[in-house]
């Protein structure tokens, strides 16, 4: 795969440093991505965004949970890939370096980042519906019957379908979109907003804009290069 001149200098030079991932980063961990390949998961005959969406929580929060469980059982053995772990040594290597995220697989994490910004949430804790109290449930610790703090009960921490991001996620990570220098855009269809927003701030800014991704997106006109590929083939290549 062919990586510019340009490309390489921006990446040996910058200072500030913003990568977006999605689903696709992933894939090649056997995280099923939502749209990618033609097809969308189902579960139980209902697609992911009826029951991942704010209008099931309030009918039926144990189908909600039953869906998250069954996802967290199926993660608890997947680790991160390649792509995963190269993103986690650039926090060495940039001296301003953000790592958003709309996976809530925790994988990033699992891979040594550190700070990293979970636009979705994630589904390793769970969150109290009237105190936002959280708990940890990372492997294999059960979660609370109900909030400890107040007696009321828990939902996934996860941003469901008709809700709001976690209160200054999208706006940290909107700051550090318009003040970095390189943008790399990987595994995401930009077809999801706020987050498919945060490119476009970059590139007003100035950045130079990359994307990772096997496959054209929305996004892709308003880059200055794609790396058409699976992030864990083509991540450690831009290493010199
Ligand atoms: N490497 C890089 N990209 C990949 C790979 C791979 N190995 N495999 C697939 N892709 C790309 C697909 O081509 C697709 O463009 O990853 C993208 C996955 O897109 P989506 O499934 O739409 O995932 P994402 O963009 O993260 O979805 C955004 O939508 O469903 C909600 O909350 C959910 O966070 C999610 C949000």
Same mark, same amino acid.
């Given at each position: ?78 680790? +991160?890939?390649? !792509?995963?772990?190269?993103? $986690?040594?650039?926090? =060495?290597?940039? @001296? #301003?370096? *953000? ?99 945060? +490119?476009?701030? !970059?590139?007003?800014?100035? $950045?130079?804009?990359? =994307?990772?991704? @096997? #496959?054209? *997106? ?23």
């Amino acid at each position: 795969m062919a990586i510019s001149p340009e490309l390489r200098r921006r990446f040996a030079e910058s200072q500030r440093v913003l990568v977006l991932t999605g689903a696709g980063v992933s894939a090649e961990s056997g995280v099923p991505t939502f749209r990618g390949g033609g097809n969308s998961a189902v579960w139980k005959g209902m697609p992911f965004d009826v029951i991942s969406s704010a209008a099931m929580l309030e009918r039926n929060l144990p189908a909600v949970w039953e869906w998250f469980d069954y996802r967290r059982d199926f993660m608890e053995e997947l680790m +991160p890939n390649a !792509a995963h772990y190269e993103i $986690a040594r650039w926090q =060495e290597q940039f @001296p #301003e370096f *953000t790592v958003v995220t709309q996976n809530i697989d925790g994988l990033h994490q699992k891979a040594g980042s550190r700070d990293v910004v979970e636009l979705h949430g994630n589904i390793w804790r769970a969150r109290c519906v009237a105190c936002r109290s959280t708990y940890d449930m990372a492997s294999g610790e059960k979660r609370p019957a109900a909030c400890r703090e107040c007696g009321d009960s828990l939902r996934p921490d996860v941003v469901l379908f008709g809700e709001l991001l976690p209160p200054g996620a999208f706006e940290l990570a909107a700051e550090r979109a318009a003040e970095c220098e390189l943008c790399i855009v990987i595994g995401t269809s930009g077809l999801v907003y706020p987050a498919a927003g945060l +490119p476009e701030i !970059a590139k007003s800014a100035g $950045a130079f804009l990359c =994307e990772v991704n @096997p #496959e054209p *997106t929305p996004l892709s006109p308003i880059c200055d290069e794609m790396l058409m590929g699976k992030a864990g083939e083509v991540l450690p290549l831009l290493r010199s």
